[in-house]
Nanobody, 118 residues
């Protein structure tokens, strides 16, 4: 079992920045790929970014590439999503997830709200 706890959401104006953190714990969590997803009201949950714990491989959805940066600190058991140049369309509940494969995520955090005002 892997436990995930997100923090760092909030309200920000367009063009601003936020930093989301995900604390991970549990057995063998370091074997998992870590991802961030988001879900806006009335929309399906979508992939945002993912990383392996060594930090050597990262993936991003096209809409955030160049604005968001995912990083992993294995010593602190934390995965961070730095979000810059935020847009109103980035508003959503952001979820941290751990997966056994890049395309399959087994454990989820409770989510943190990000709201970007125009």
């Amino acid at each position: 079992q892997v436990q995930l706890v997100e923090s760092g959401g909030g309200l920000v104006q367009a063009g601003g920045s936020l930093r989301l953190s995900c604390g991970a714990s549990g057995r063998t969590f370091s074997r998992y790929v870590m991802g961030w997803f988001r879900q806006a009201p009335g929309k399906e949950r979508e992939f945002v970014a993912a990383i392996n714990w060594t930090g050597g491989i990262t993936r991003y959805t096209d809409s955030v590439r160049g604005r968001f940066t995912i990083s992993a600190d294995s010593a602190k058991n934390t995965v961070t999503l730095q979000m810059n140049s935020l847009k109103p369309e980035d508003s959503a509940v952001y979820y941290c997830a751990a997966g056994s494969r890049w395309s399959s995520y087994d454990f989820w955090g409770q989510g943190t709200q990000v709201t970007v005002s125009s």
